[in-house]
C-alpha cells in the first residue's frame, strides 16, 4: 500500500540572485539560497542526466514510465533517480514539481527500475505553503546504505543464475519463457513473506507476492537486455496488482508471473492442479483485460498481437471450430498416450460450440473408446476444465 506524509512551510522571505554566470554542478547546497541557485542555472533534466553519466550511474535499461511522461517532469524523475542512486535518501528537491505530480513521479521510477530494491514506495516530503511545491524529501528506506552494495552484487549473481541457463541461440520468446517458468519454479506465493515489494523476495527468499514476482521478471530481462516494464492496477475481485508488459519483434504483450504460479491459482480458486498457467505468458489485452484494469498511471501501447501467445506457440490455437480438426486433434491425442490436450479458440462463439460438441454431443466417443480399448476395462473417466476467461479447455485422459 502506498503511504506518504507531506509536512508544510511558509518562506517568508523571497531572495533574488543577481549574481551573473552561476556555473552550477547537480550537488547545491540545501535552503533558499541552494534552490535559487539551481533556477538560476537552468539545468534543468539534462543537468541532472550529465550528473548520472559523469557519475556511472546511468540507466542501463529502457525507462518506459519516462519515455511516456509528460516533459515537464522529466527533470524531477531524473533529479529523483539520481538521489536514490547516489543513496541521497533525504534532502532537497530542486526541480518545480507538485505533490501529485511528485507522487507520479517517484512511483514511475520505482516502477521502471525494479534494481532500486531499499527504498519503499512510501517517503516524506515537506510542501511550500507558498508555492504549493515540494521543496524537500525523505524517502522510507528497508536496507541501510552499508549493506546495499553487497545485497546488490547478490542480486545480480541470483539473476545471472537465472541467465546462464538459457541457450544462447534462444529467441526473445524462449528466454521471456524461460524466466517465466524459473520463478513460478522457484518461488511461493507468500503475502507474509520479507521484503515482498521488491526483488529480495524472488531472488534470494523465493516467497512473495506480485510486485516482487514482477519486478524480479523485469530486473532479469532487463538485464539481458530485453524490455519489460511493469503495470499496476486492480483485478476483477477488487485487490491490487501488478504485472508486466514486454515487447517482441516490436508488438507488446503482457505477462503475469504471479497469475502462472499453481499456488496462487489455487488461492484464488480453490483448484488442486500443480500445473504451471500459461494463460499469462504473452497474452493479448483481450485475454488479460476480463481480469485485469490498468490504473491509467501511464499510457498503453496496443497489445493485440497473438503471434508469440503460449497456445499460438505450442499449436493448441484454434481461431474457430471445425469439428473435424478437433476431431483428429482429440484422436491424435489419446493415440500418443499424451496425459492431457489443451485447446484455446479465438473467440467465444467457437470455445461455447467445442464445449457442446465434445461435452454434450458425443465428440469424444471415439477418443473414450479407444481408451477402454487399450486399458481392458468397460469404463473411462476423464476430467475436464474449462476457462471462459480464456476460451480455454484443457481435457485429462489420465
Known amino acids: 500500500m502506498r503511504r506518504h506524509r507531506i509536512l508544510r512551510f511558509f518562506l517568508d522571505v523571497a531572495l533574488i540572485l543577481l549574481t551573473m554566470g552561476v556555473c552550477l554542478a547537480v550537488t547545491p547546497a540545501g535552503g533558499i539560497v541552494g534552490r535559487v541557485?539551481?533556477?538560476w542555472s537552468s539545468g534543468g533534466a539534462e543537468a541532472w542526466e550529465e550528473a548520472a553519466v559523469r557519475e556511472g550511474i546511468s540507466?542501463?535499461?529502457?525507462?518506459?514510465?519516462?519515455?511516456?511522461?509528460?516533459?515537464?517532469?522529466?527533470?524531477?524523475y531524473r533529479e529523483i533517480y539520481v538521489h536514490i542512486m547516489r543513496n541521497e535518501d533525504s534532502g532537497p528537491l530542486y526541480s518545480s514539481v507538485t505533490v501529485d505530480d511528485f507522487w507520479k513521479t517517484y512511483y514511475a521510477v520505482l516502477a521502471d527500475h525494479p534494481e532500486i530494491f531499499w527504498i519503499d514506495t512510501?517517503?516524506?516530503?515537506?510542501?511550500?505553503?507558498?508555492t504549493k511545491k515540494v521543496v524537500s524529501y525523505n524517502f522510507d528506506t528497508t536496507v541501510p546504505e552499508s549493506s546495499r552494495a553487497a545485497l546488490k552484487e547478490q542480486l545480480q549473481q541470483a539473476a545471472d543464475v537465472c541467465i546462464s541457463q538459457i541457450p544462447a541461440e534462444a529467441t526473445d520468446y524462449e528466454k521471456i519463457r524461460f524466466v517465466y517458468e524459473y520463478i513460478i519454479d522457484r518461488t511461493e506465493y507468500d503475502s507474509s513473506g520479507a521484503d515482498n515489494q521488491n526483488i529480495q523476495s524472488v531472488l534470494l527468499?523465493?516467497?512473495?507476492v506480485c510486485a516482487g514476482y514482477s519486478?524480479?521478471?523485469?530486473?532479469?530481462?532487463?538485464?539481458?537486455?530485453?524490455?519489460?516494464?511493469?503495470?499496476?492496477?486492480t483485478i476483477k475481485s477488487g485487490g491490487d496488482h501488478g504485472w508486466n508488459m514486454v515487447r517482441i519483434d516490436g508488438q507488446y504483450y503482457y505477462v503475469d508471473v504471479t497469475?502462472?504460479?499453481?499456488?496462487?491459482?489455487?488461492?484464488?480458486?480453490g483448484a488442486a492442479s500443480h500445473v504451471m498457467n500459461y494463460n499469462y505468458l504473452c497474452c493479448t489485452e483481450n485475454d488479460l483485460f476480463r481480469t485485469h484494469t490498468p490504473d491509467g498511471s501511464i499510457p498503453l501501447p496496443p497489445c493485440t498481437a497473438d503471434n508469440y501467445n503460449y497456445y499460438v506457440m505450442n499449436d493448441m490455437y484454434y481461431e474457430n471450430f471445425d469439428y473435424d480438426t478437433v476431431y483428429d486433434r482429440v484422436m491424435e491425442s489419446v493415440w500418443a498416450g499424451e496425459m492431457n490436450i489443451v485447446m484455446k479458440f479465438g473467440s467465444y462463439e467457437a470455445y461455447e460450440q467445442a464445449k457442446y460438441e465434445l461435452f454434450q454431443n458425443g465428440l469424444?466417443?471415439?477418443?473414450?473408446q479407444y481408451l477402454?480399448?487399450?486399458n481392458g476395462v468397460s469404463q473411462w473417466n476423464y476430467r475436464y476444465n474449462t476457462d471462459d476467461d480464456f476460451n480455454l479447455i484443457t481435457i485429462y485422459w489420465k
Not at 527468499?205 to 512473495?208: E, H, M, P, Y
Not at 524490455?227 to 499496476?232: D, N, Q
Open 364 to 368: 469424444l466417443n471415439d477418443a473414450g
Open 59 to 76: 540507466p542501463a535499461a529502457e525507462e518506459y514510465y519516462y519515455e511516456n511522461f509528460p516533459e515537464e517532469l522529466h527533470e524531477t
Open 372 to 374: 477402454m480399448e487399450i
Open 215 to 233: 519486478k524480479a521478471f523485469q530486473y532479469i530481462l532487463n538485464r539481458m537486455g530485453l524490455f519489460c516494464t511493469y503495470i499496476t492496477g
Open 37 to 39: 541557485k539551481y533556477v
Open 122 to 130: 512510501s517517503a516524506q516530503i515537506q510542501e511550500s505553503g507558498l
Open 259 to 269: 497469475w502462472g504460479d499453481p499456488v496462487f491459482a489455487n488461492q484464488m480458486n
Open 205 to 208: 527468499n523465493q516467497r512473495s
